[in-house]
């Protein structure tokens, strides 16, 4: 269907290309297979050295929609093309398009109709990057939350986040009488015009409308020989462009009092645009960084402290050295930033307070950025941490190479006297394919780093198989005194280019490959590739890569997509449901059983544990199989089956079970067998209201309420600990009284043991002696739970000043602290000895055991502490801010504590003063809160399990 001359287009989409006359015609025809007919092509080339303008020409030869038209010199960047093409534009709106991307087939008709419908001056719409080069097909959506629904402002005041981040031309239609009206064009002769021209056009339009539909294919290939203009942040007039383009956004901004706005774009910069330079310094010579460095403070400097809020410690930090020019501190912090967790500096202590580096600290300012104390590196031990490796020689050989490189080793958490041993891994990065393990020869303390070095004889060990396993990754695994850190190699500041490249003998022949070529991954670590030097390799990689895409090769590669889907299902959560409820019906019980859990499989603790322990002290015979969560068991008992949460053996033992043991919830949408007996111990009384007594659950759709009620219908029995569960949980989960075991909690049997022993319990002490904990004076637990923000969990933060209670106090008693499960908490040096973190502690008792006061909020473990009948302090400094927050109450703390309730930090370090006198004061009072809240708990309620469903069954007792 053709386009007459004198009709108006609807749409005007200009195409700019330059020496790219392979692509255009594809870009070219996704316009013109466009749904939206009535649309006009202009090609606009700035002046190709190769045939692109004659291809142009030749596609305006077969099409009355096409025009071509040509620069008469090269404008060297992307505006003044679009400019051109802009200016003999017919239709009545334009789109930018690139030569090497593509429009969505309905994208102009869906832009059309947003435009006409809304009066917008501009319509946005979602851009998929398309990584050509990827074989898995990958794409990814560019800031979809923009674009999640149809929108319409009429101010980009309204929506700052467009301004900051989607700051491209090509995935939006402009109404043309408003581009000409307002007099938009692209800035010349300077790069990420995009981002100018975009500002300039939202702060223009007196209506912008955001649609959900996808509109733009951005072709991105990351293994480009050649970077875009974008990328080639190398180039220092590359940061001198970004920053000019920045400044002019901001005079913008400033002639309009768009002050807001302006602070938004500052911490995109600071977030985003500077990162992308960041990550390359380490790569790049002193004179570039100078420059980049003197250009960075110009800019930045000037940016109020707002802009710097919402930065991470480690970004602020970043920020911080690179206005001082500090390379030696610097250079380790972006390897940080770039690979968050590890840690790249040896630290420094000082007055308590743990810093990354000594520079800077008489700066108050400086003091402030460089302290990461909070990051909590100081409190973990070597094997949980990801220590910066620096490569500091490499060398080539005719048998392979010699690396050599220092591990960072912070607060010396490797010890002088540790026994070292390390060894090199040698992994191709495409999974399920070979390892190769070589031994470090040397590896001593060399300072304040750990030193090694290591003759690698990759071209005789090393055999790749060849073709599919082109990248290969190494690491380091380092084991100090029998505890294992492994680390990845940091280059960089070492060349790799001077070496050459190793020889090797793949597998599948020296036809395929006959070198390995190391280069640095996109995070900054050692990598190597296999590549082809000898005629023979480069003849057969060609002609691999040109059968690659022959008919043959397609249909091998859509078999093994499917052979990879199929696996993919095979483990994805549906086809493991599926499978399960199969199993229920054709797979026998096994009788004696029994699974257990605890908090999702986290711990072992809780109820659970001491049902299970009661088994065993009475010879119960039974097997018993416990879950875990993460990639590894800890704290579990050796003799025991373990098995993964969700993993195919987990979903085998509770098809199988003739018991389930827990006490939150086996996953929901697995349904239990009726031969199944399903002992639900749940973890805590109720403050918070709970179950469908939560607002939340009900607003809920009747089918997720239902969904929810019947996995709650699983639980046979649910373990109660007075008439207050009785009255809130029962009916909160709508579980029928037949359903109760009124034993009490089995994780509480030690507790109440404990409220007349005259010794320490065995639990307790083990615990004190592994933490160091003096058992000479008393102890103090404080176990606070978690706040929540429009449904989010917040970040635990001390409600007083943990230094000045150390020093108040830390001469008359230890203080614990155990947070929530869902928070965490690092404690500074300066109060180490005096407080004492045990929130990672995984089971409770033995920390309840060993505390002679307790201070606590709203959390539960209210309930089980008061069976010491122990004195107890409840800290509710945001009562009010709690409960306006949260799913309200059961019953008002202030009027049932059993002790006192206090508001502020100093009334809390009043009523501390005197641990005997509050234990006296209130003792009546904890009496009468436990018969209140917990008259089950008698000390027996495992017994009395064991022996109703192990033991004589039938006898409730």
């Not at 299902?569 to 399960?580: A, F, M, N, Q, V």
């Not at 004492?836 to 006061?853: G, H, K, Q, R, Y």
Request: glycine fraction near 6%; aromatic fraction near 10%; hydrophobic fraction near 40%.
């Amino acid at each position: 269907m053709s386009q007459h001359p004198d009709t108006t287009p609807d749409i005007s989409v200009v195409v700019i290309v330059f020496n790219d006359a392979a692509r255009l015609p594809t870009a070219v025809q996704s316009v013109l297979d466009q749904t939206l007919r009535n649309v006009e092509v202009i090609i606009a080339d700035d002046h190709s050295t190769d045939a692109s303008f004659e291809v142009a020409q030749q596609l305006a030869a077969r099409s009355d929609r096409v025009r071509a038209i040509q620069l008469p010199e090269n404008s060297g960047g992307c505006g003044e093309p679009r400019n051109q093409g802009v200016a003999v534009a017919r239709g009545r709106y334009v789109m930018f398009l690139d030569s090497d991307d593509t429009l969505e087939p309905n994208a102009c008709r869906n832009m059309l109709e947003a435009a006409e419908s809304t009066g917008a001056d501009l319509v946005s719409g979602l851009c998929l990057r398309v990584h050509t080069d990827n074989r898995h097909g990958k794409t990814v959506k560019w800031y979809p939350w923009l674009y999640r629904e149809t929108r319409t402002f009429d101010s980009v005041a309204e929506i700052p986040d467009l301004l900051v981040f989607d700051t491209l031309s090509t995935n939006k239609c402009y109404r043309r009488e408003f581009l000409i009206d307002s007099g938009l064009v692209f800035p010349r002769g300077i790069h990420y015009e995009d981002l100018l021209f975009s500002a300039q056009a939202y702060l223009a339009a007196s209506r912008i409308t955001l649609i959900p539909n996808t509109v733009y294919f951005w072709n991105v290939v990351e293994k480009a020989a050649e970077k875009s203009i974008s990328n080639r942040r190398h180039e220092i007039n590359n940061f001198a462009d970004r920053v000019e383009i920045h400044r002019r956004i901001d005079r913008i901004l400033a002639e309009q009092g768009q002050d807001e706005l302006k602070l938004h774009k500052d911490r995109k910069f600071l977030k985003h645009d500077l990162v992308l330079y960041l990550r390359d310094l380490p790569f790049l010579d002193d004179e570039y960084r100078h420059h980049f460095a003197e250009m960075a403070r110009g800019y930045i400097q000037d940016f109020s402290q707002e802009a710097y809020e919402g930065l991470s410690p480690i970004h602020r930090l970043c920020a911080f050295l690179l206005l001082r020019e500090d390379w030696k501190n610097l250079t380790p912090a972006i390897d940080t930033l770039i690979n968050p967790g590890k840690v790249s500096s040896s630290l420094v202590e000082r007055d308590g307070r743990v810093y990354w580096c000594a520079e800077h600290l008489d700066d108050p300012v400086g003091r402030e950025i460089l302290d990461v104390t909070d990051l909590g590196y100081h409190a973990k031990p070597v094997q949980r941490l990801a220590l910066r490796n620096q490569v500091t020689a490499y060398t080539e050989s005719p048998t392979g190479v010699t690396v050599a490189g220092a591990l960072v080793n912070p607060l010396g958490v490797i010890p002088p006297n540790a026994k070292l041993k390390a060894e090199l891994e040698f992994r191709a990065r495409r999974k399920s394919l070979q390892t190769f393990r070589f031994p470090v020869q040397s590896v001593k303390h060399e300072g304040v780093s750990v030193a090694w070095q290591a003759d690698v004889p990759l071209a005789a060990k090393l055999r790749p198989l060849g073709i599919i396993d082109e990248v290969w990754d190494v690491r380091l695994h380092l084991t100090v005194d029998g505890e294992r850190t492994t680390s990845r190699l940091t280059v960089g500041q070492t060349s790799l280019e001077e070496g050459g490249a190793v020889r090797v003998r793949p597998r599948l022949g020296r036809m395929t490959a006959d070198r390995l070529q190391p280069h640095a991954s996109a995070k900054g670590h050692l990598a190597f590739r296999l590549t082809q030097h000898g005629r023979l390799a480069r003849r057969t990689s060609m002609l691999v890569q040109r059968n690659m895409q022959s008919p043959p090769a397609e249909l091998a590669k859509k078999m093994a997509r499917k052979v990879v889907a199929a696996r993919k299902d095979l483990h994805s959560g549906p086809r493991k449901i599926e499978t399960y409820h199969r199993m229920i019906r054709l797979l026998p019980v096994r009788t004696g059983t029994v699974v257990f859990e605890s908090h999702l499989g986290k711990q072992y603790s809780d109820s659970p544990r001491a049902i299970y322990e009661e088994m065993r002290r009475r010879g119960v015979p039974f097997k018993a199989v416990w879950s875990y969560a993460g990639e590894r068991p800890t704290g579990f008992p050796k003799d025991v089956e373990l098995v993964r949460r969700w993993s195919w053996p987990y979903l085998r033992a509770l098809a199988q079970a003739e018991f389930w043991i827990d006490n939150q919830g086996f996953p929901l949408k697995l349904n239990k067998r009726p031969e199944t007996t399903y002992i639900q111990t749940w973890h805590g009384s109720a403050l918070k209201r709970m179950g469908f007594d939560e607002p939340k659950y009900r607003i809920k759709p009747e089918h997720e309420q239902s969904a929810y009620q019947e996995a709650i219908d699983r639980f046979d029995y649910f373990v109660v600990r007075g008439r207050h569960d009785e009255k809130t949980l029962a009916p909160a989960y709508r579980i029928p009284e037949e359903k109760l075991l009124r034993t009490g909690y089995p994780r509480n049997d030690a507790l109440v043991r404990a409220k007349d022993a005259e010794t320490l319990d065995p639990a307790a002490r083990e615990l004190a002696d592994r933490l160091g904990i003096r058992t000479d004076r008393p102890v103090v637990l404080y176990a606070p739970t978690f706040r929540e923000q429009n449904g989010k969990v917040q970040k635990f933060e001390f409600p007083f000043d943990i230094d000045a209670f150390a020093d108040r106090f830390g001469d008359e008693f230890t203080l614990l602290i155990r947070t929530h499960y869902l928070n965490s908490v690092t404690l500074p040096p300066s109060v180490a000895g005096r407080v004492v973190n045990v929130s990672e502690e995984p089971d409770i008792t033995p920390v309840l055991l060993l505390a002679d006061a307790m201070i606590t909020d709203y959390s539960s473990v209210m309930f089980d502490y008061a069976l010491l009948q122990r004195p107890m302090v409840f800290f509710t400094y945001d009562w009010e801010e709690y409960v306006d927050n949260s799913r309200g109450t059961y019953f008002d703390l202030s009027e049932q504590a059993p002790g006192p309730v206090v508001r502020t930090a100093e009334d809390l370090f009043r009523v501390l003063e005197d641990l005997q006198s509050l234990a006296s004061e209130h003792e009546a009072r904890l009496k009468e809160f436990v018969t209140q809240y917990g008259e089950y708990d008698r000390g027996d309620a495992a017994a009395r399990i064991v022996d109703r469903f192990f033991g004589n069954r039938g006898d409730a007792r």
